[in-house]
Structure formats: structure tokens, C-alpha cells
């Protein structure tokens, strides 16, 4: 069966600190990779997508950057957090067929101070 | 552009009952996918329900049931003998194959004892 491992679950950096979000799957190959955030208490925003090694689509302009560095990692990655980077960022995987849900991974709750 | 909807920010519903949860959509295309999303106070974004827009017969799976009408674009989820454990948001969700997945704000649901 395929799992997804997001980590870290809880970080809390200073405002102009560097980020690095982990997301790996397994049991399968080639999948689609997302990025999304979640405000607080609000809908899901989608940040990145890829649908293989080296492809990033990015969706909002922003502090953020994603990189896929093996089939089945993706990165987020930041070089200055703002306060405004703060938020919940789940990272999710769908099979490469348009009919697949998403499966997503636990979650990672940044605080920036 | 495509658009997701649910007007239903909160919602709470008597353990045993029934509650419906409201989502509509905006495309143009004329096949797709709708999915529905549980995310419990743990986070954890988890399936719960999909529909293909070129099947008639609406999707069940055990206490969960969907409405879905597609003239109206229109999809909507019905949880039956409602459980304290459904207490979660609940996200309506939309793809049209295109590797992008459209979110709605999602409607907070609260079961009461």
C-alpha cells in the first residue's frame, strides 16, 4: 500500500529564517506531488504541483520555492520566512490518472515569530 | 475559471441524525471529479467520498452518501446516523484531470451529544 511521510509536524522559526519541508511517498511511482497551505480555520490553497523529477508548476507567486529532487520527494523550501508564511502545509499525492483523489500526508504547523 | 462553493461555513447536527452538506461548482468541462474531505481536529485530510461526473448512480460509501446533480452542478454530501466522530471540516473538492484540485472553504461540522 502507499504512505505518505510529511515531517517536520511542528516548527516554529524566526521572521528572515530559512525553511525546508520534507514530503516522501511510497509504494508507488511516478505520482503527482502537491503543495498546499491552510490558513487557519480556511480552505486549502494549492502552492506547487509536479508531475515529475525537476517539474514544479507554481500556483502563487510568493516567499516559497519547491523542488523535486527524486521521484518521490518534494521539498517546500524558503530562504527568508515572512510572518505571513505561517500557516498549515499538508503535502499530497494523486496517481498520474485523472480520476485519482489526493492522498495526503499529516501536516506541518509553522509558526513564524 | 473554475470555482468551488460551499455556503455552509458551520453546521451541527444530533447524534443519529442526518445532516447535508451543501457544495456547488463552476466548469465547463464535462467530465470530472468531486471528491469530499474529512479533516478532523487532528488535521489529517482524509477521503471520505468521490463521484464521476459521467456516472448517473450516486456514490455511497456506508454512512456517507452524495446528491450529486450535475445540470445544477451541484454536490452534496449526507451522513446518515451521524456519529461524534464525524465532528470535522469538511471539504468539497473539484478536478477536471488537469493535475489541479479546487478546494471549497469547507463547512465545520459539530455533532452533538
Known amino acids: 500500500s502507499q504512505t505518505i511521510h510529511q515531517w517536520p509536524a511542528t516548527l516554529v522559526q524566526p521572521v528572515g529564517s530559512p525553511l525546508s519541508l520534507e514530503c516522501t511517498v511510497e509504494?508507488?511511482?511516478?505520482?503527482?506531488l502537491y503543495w498546499y497551505r491552510q490558513a487557519a480555520g480556511r480552505g486549502l490553497q494549492l502552492l506547487f504541483y509536479?508531475?515529475?523529477?525537476?517539474?514544479i508548476s507554481s500556483e502563487v507567486p510568493q516567499n516559497l520555492s519547491a523542488s523535486r529532487p527524486q521521484d518521490r520527494q518534494f521539498i517546500l523550501s524558503s530562504k527568508k520566512l515572512l510572518l505571513s508564511d505561517s500557516g498549515f502545509y499538508l503535502c499530497?499525492?494523486?496517481?498520474?490518472?485523472?480520476?485519482?483523489?489526493?492522498?495526503f500526508g499529516n501536516g506541518t504547523r509553522l509558526t513564524v515569530t | 475559471a473554475q470555482t468551488v462553493t460551499q455556503s455552509q461555513p458551520e453546521m451541527s447536527v444530533q447524534e443519529a441524525e442526518t445532516v447535508t452538506l451543501s457544495c456547488t461548482y463552476d466548469?465547463?468541462?464535462?467530465?470530472?471529479?468531486l471528491f469530499w474531505y474529512k479533516q478532523p481536529p487532528s488535521r489529517q485530510m482524509i477521503l471520505v467520498i468521490r463521484?464521476?461526473?459521467?456516472?448517473?448512480q450516486n456514490a455511497t460509501e456506508n454512512r456517507f452518501s452524495v446528491n450529486f446533480q450535475k445540470a445544477a452542478k451541484s454536490f452534496s454530501l449526507k451522513i446518515s446516523d451521524s456519529q461524534l466522530g464525524d465532528t470535522a471540516m469538511y471539504f468539497c473538492?473539484?478536478?477536471?484531470?488537469?493535475?489541479?484540485?479546487?478546494f471549497g472553504t469547507g463547512t465545520r461540522l459539530k455533532v452533538l451529544a
Open positions: 499530497a499525492w494523486s496517481k498520474d490518472s485523472s480520476n485519482s483523489p489526493l492522498h
Open positions: 509504494g508507488t511511482s511516478n505520482p503527482n
Open positions: 509536479s508531475v515529475g523529477i525537476g517539474q
Open positions: 466548469t465547463s468541462e464535462s467530465n470530472y471529479y
Open positions: 463521484q464521476e461526473a459521467y456516472k448517473q
Open positions: 473538492a473539484f478536478t477536471s484531470g488537469t493535475y489541479k484540485y479546487i
